[in-house]
């Protein structure tokens, strides 16, 4: 079965910045649409980040000039660099891939086969 490990999460003040990785197994995300999901307590999965295989990026409004998501086709590694992290970016975090485009629904939950177990994000104010 294909493995997704994120790592990265931790506990910042508001204003600072974290680095998410996702690292794969069983496959290479070359080739497939990956994302980034987050969610909070009591709340449902959201699409943060997508990233396809021509490159093309996409974000959710709240997180748009804060976040850029990035891969390492050599590593296969998904990357999430958060900054100017704000208290409402609590969450936990989660990489997802699927081998259809991003151009479809890349931020609904059901369009990614692939998903991580999560790592934990904490913003203080």
């Known amino acids: 079965q294909v493995q997704l490990v994120e790592s990265g999460g931790g506990s910042v003040q508001s204003g600072g910045s974290l680095r998410l990785s996702c690292a794969a197994s069983?496959?290479?995300?070359?080739?497939?649409?990956v994302a980034w999901f987050r969610q909070g307590s009591g709340e449902e999965r959201e699409g943060v980040a997508s990233?396809?295989?021509?490159?093309?990026?996409r974000y959710a409004d709240s997180v748009k000039g804060r976040f850029t998501i990035s891969q390492d086709n050599a590593k296969n590694t998904l990357y999430l660099q958060m900054n100017s992290l704000k208290p409402e970016d609590t969450a936990m975090y989660y990489c997802?891939?699927?081998?259809?485009?991003?151009?479809?629904?890349?931020?609904?939950?059901?369009?990614?086969?692939?998903w991580g177990q999560g790592t934990q994000v904490t913003v203080s104010s």
């Open positions: 997802a891939a699927t081998y259809r485009a991003c151009s479809g629904p890349w931020s609904r939950t059901w369009w990614y086969n692939s």
């Open positions: 069983g496959y290479t995300f070359s080739g497939y649409c």
């Open positions: 990233i396809g295989s021509d490159g093309s990026t």
